[in-house]
């Protein structure tokens, strides 16, 4: 452990001026290995690498214990990290007692340092960022526990840790409920769905708008009738746009990765508005989107054309639901299932049950509806997690000045 007199952070309670203490993770904090049967535990004190959330955003129940073996025990308060796919910022601050899997590393502070500004400083971005630069595989990369345990922590008097930790809690307070708001229209917009169309084996759906009550039946027709197959050449001056697993089409240039696809116009295929663009790899995990202009796409994905009468947006809510996704992977060809591929020629075939247009139209718009309030709660979550970063970066030395 050291002294540094020039370690401070660039935002200060005005009451505080003392310097900070640096030191590495090993210093102020404890691995945890003492082990317990899992059979002594209740399902809700269990906590694999499945059931921490994401993005720091706590955990949710596990959907079973383990039935050997035995797991790692923790406390209220120490820290739970996953190590498997360290990016995915799985780090949980413990609120009861219970037991971890085996690639949940748990850290416990030492008493030089409060547990709550403890469990701030490992739920950074600073933190993961230093426990990627040991990260070691591709698919499912794990950090170094020796790396991660020579991670730089600084901190400053108990009083000081206290007021960081209860500043950045109430930040944790908002974003959590704000997170609830948006879990809660998600659900919401999957049991509607589920309700505005039709269940397996019958031909009406139990919710219908008041005006469409008497229109009778959902018709059965198939897919080729309802869409042809646009193999048109793309044209110059037009978009690139590619298919998304949970965003639809999107523009090329708005994806944060690297593309090997052919850049020339001539190369690729002409998507028109309002048409469908799937991706013949993973239609059956719902990889689809509806055109919002005329662009190009990949040669690899499958357009579809709507004939007269028939509304897009309605098919691709439709395609997304969990009954046509199986409907959709028992039409696509290959010998395992990361081999699928779903032709136009089978799509065709697939028999499509459906109201006439304009009830169509009037369940898209309502469920479009639904989608533009949950991208508006998603933004402000973002928002508000982006200000806590940007807070946590002003309320901590930098890493470079810890490090140094």
């Not at 310097?19 to 102020?28: F, I, K, R, S, T």
């Not at 691709?316 to 639901?321: M, R, S, V």
Request: one cysteine or more.
């Amino acid at each position: 452990m050291s002294k540094n007199s020039t370690l401070t952070p660039k935002l200060r309670f005005p009451e505080f001026r003392d310097d900070w203490n640096d030191a590495e993770l090993n210093d102020v904090a404890d691995l945890v290995d003492e082990r317990v049967s899992p059979s002594s535990l209740a399902l809700e004190d269990y906590v694999s690498t499945e059931n921490i959330r994401s993005d720091f955003g706590g955990i949710t129940l596990a959907s079973n214990l383990p039935s050997t073996g035995s797991v790692t025990r923790f406390r209220t308060n120490d820290v739970l990290v996953s190590n498997i796919r360290p990016y995915l910022k799985k780090v949980w601050a413990a609120d009861r007692d219970g037991g971890a899997s085996n690639d949940v590393i748990v850290i416990r502070a030492k008493p030089v340092i409060r547990n709550d500004y403890f469990a701030c400083a490992l739920r950074s971005e600073s933190f993961i960022a230093h426990v990627m630069t040991g990260a070691k595989g591709v698919k499912m990369p794990r950090g170094d526990v020796g790396l991660m345990m020579e991670y730089p922590v600084a901190y400053p008097s108990p009083l000081e840790q206290r007021k960081i930790a209860d500043c950045l809690s109430l930040l944790d307070v908002l974003i959590a409920a704000e997170g609830r708001k948006l879990e809660s229209l998600r659900t919401y917009k999957n049991g509607l769905m589920q309700q505005l169309f039709p269940r397996d084996g019958e031909t009406t759906p139990r919710l219908r708008f008041p005006e469409f009550r008497n229109a009778g039946e959902w018709e059965e027709k198939k897919a080729g009738t309802l869409f042809a197959n646009r193999i048109t050449k793309g044209e110059d001056g037009l978009p690139i746009y590619s298919v998304t697993m949970y965003d639809g089409m999107v523009r090329r240039d708005s994806i944060d990765r690297n593309f090997y696809d052919i850049e020339e116009a001539a190369g690729n295929k002409k998507a028109c508005k309002d048409d469908i663009a799937y991706n013949m790899m993973r239609m059956w995990q719902g990889a689809l989107g509806v055109a919002s202009e005329d662009c190009l796409v990949s040669p690899a994905y499958i357009v579809l054309a709507p004939e007269k009468g028939v509304v897009s947006r309605f098919f691709e809510y439709l395609f997304k639901l969990p009954e046509s996704l199986h409907l959709l992977t028992s039409y696509s060809r290959g010998l395992t299932k990361d081999r699928l591929r779903l032709y136009f020629d089978d799509f065709a075939r697939i028999p499509l049950r459906c109201p006439m247009g304009d009830e169509q139209q009037r369940i898209a718009d309502c469920l479009g509806s639904l989608n533009g309030r949950i991208a508006v709660q998603s933004e402000k979550l973002a928002a508000l997690r982006a200000h806590k970063k940007g807070l946590m970066q002003q309320l901590f030395p930098s890493a470079a000045e810890v490090e140094s």
